[in-house]
């Protein structure tokens, strides 16, 4: 089992990068294929990027790729999501979630262990 916590989020103005941590503690974190969601206000989650147990392949939703790096320090058991020129419309509560396969799911459902959230609002 692990347990995640989400931190970074905030209010940001268009443009101005952000980075968005997430602490796992419990089981082996190296273990875990890891995965950041977000849900904005009246829409379903959606997924936004996932990176393979050792650091190595990494996955992005078409709406973020080119702005946003998901990265992982096994050794600090943290992995960041690197938000570059945000928009509006990335605005949403963004979870990290964790599953112990080697498969880079996209799909909420794969993923048994999630974070609380953490609420990124983008002005314009």
């Known amino acids: 089992q692990v347990q995640l916590v989400e931190s970074g989020g905030g209010l940001v103005q268009a443009g101005a990068p952000l980075r968005l941590s997430c602490a796992a503690s419990?089981?082996?974190?190296?273990?875990?294929?890891m995965c950041w969601f977000r849900q904005a206000p009246g829409k379903e989650r959606e997924f936004v990027a996932v990176?393979?147990?050792?650091?190595?392949?990494?996955r992005y939703a078409d709406s973020v790729q080119g702005r946003f790096t998901i990265s992982r320090d096994n050794g600090k058991n943290t992995v960041y999501l690197q938000m570059n020129s945000p928009k509006p419309e990335d605005t949403a509560v963004y979870y990290c979630?964790?599953?112990?396969?080697?498969?880079?799911?996209?799909?909420?459902?794969?993923?048994?262990?999630w974070g609380q959230g953490t609420q990124v609002t983008v002005s314009s």
């Open positions: 990176i393979s147990r050792n650091d190595v392949t990494s």
């Open positions: 979630a964790a599953q112990g396969t080697e498969l880079l799911y996209t799909t909420s459902e794969r993923y048994r262990y």
């Open positions: 419990g089981r082996a974190f190296s273990s875990y294929t």
